[in-house]
């Protein structure tokens, strides 16, 4: 598998930070793992072509991981070649996904596909199950708390690799199951560290510590911080160097365009 990081952002615009999505290709095609605002140019910028991704994966429906949704389909629907070429798109998201879809047709009718066909979308009730087994890649989701929100983890295995991305989260078990065992843990690390949090963060995300406790318990075998607000990053202690300090295994920060084999 290969996981390209086309946003490492959050709400919080910045140059360097497009908001949450990856690009996963493996061995049955290309997946996109949520598309938050300014990941499509960043899938385009980094080789990947966005036509040719036929699944998406929403781990929630915040905008800033569900945004770019819309250019996708008015680029699927209008954009010139190889646009065109592009096969039916299946969208799998949490119990809500059918609703905001036709939210957003309502709001912008035009990037509704001419042909029902040309968009499938999967609903999954919030519970841990596989979503998806096709040849040497199987699919699955663990439920998360973040809030309100119904929120998953997702895992991703391929030939053997496994690579969970925790979405967002707040501190839960689900995030400790879906983890086990990874090679390849992309997790969100958005809160401030503890002691120094806005109350209300802990509720919702993960700081460096949860980070830590997780990966203690759920034995990953490398880390990827991602979802980074840079106030955070630059708090005391700094995120990146206490959990390589605290962990025995590698520890790296999610930049834009960064590429992971595994
Ligand atoms: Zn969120
Ligand atoms: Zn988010």
């Not at 998953?152 to 086990?180: H, M, P, Q």
Request: proline content about 8%; glycine content about 6%.
């Amino acid at each position: 598998m290969k996981l390209t990081i086309l946003g490492s952002g959050t709400v919080d615009p910045q140059p360097h930070r497009a908001s949450s999505g990856y690009h996963l290709q493996t061995s049955v095609g290309g997946f996109f793992l949520d598309l938050g605002s300014g990941t499509l140019r960043r899938a385009v910028a980094a080789g990947v072509q966005p036509h040719a991704v036929e699944k998406l994966f929403l781990s929630h429906l915040h905008p800033d991981h569900t945004a770019d949704i819309v250019p996708l389909l008015f680029a699927r629907k209008y954009a010139p070649a190889p646009w065109p070429q592009a096969g039916s798109l299946s969208i799998y998201g949490p119990q809500g996904t059918v609703d905001f879809l036709n939210a957003v047709f309502s709001a912008w009718p035009s990037i509704k596909p001419a042909e029902e066909a040309a968009l499938r979308v999967i609903e999954l009730p919030l519970e841990e199950q596989q979503i998806l087994d096709e040849d040497s890649v199987s699919v699955g989701v663990v439920p998360v708390e973040h809030g309100d929100m119904n929120a998953f983890a997702y895992w991703v295995k391929d030939d053997e690799k496994l690579l969970v991305y925790s979405g967002d989260t707040r501190l839960c078990n689900g995030i400790k199951n879906a983890a086990w065992g990874a090679d390849l843990f992309v997790c969100e690390c958005s809160c401030f560290p503890r002691g120094c949090e806005p109350l209300h963060c802990r509720e919702v995300h993960l700081s460096w510590e949860d980070v830590a406790e997780i990966c203690e318990q759920a034995n990953p075998l490398a880390v990827i911080l991602t979802h980074l607000y840079e106030p955070v990053l630059a708090a005391t202690p700094n995120p990146l160097d206490s959990l390589k300090q605290r962990l025995e295994i590698p520890v790296y920060l999610a930049a834009d365009g960064d590429v992971y084999e595994l």
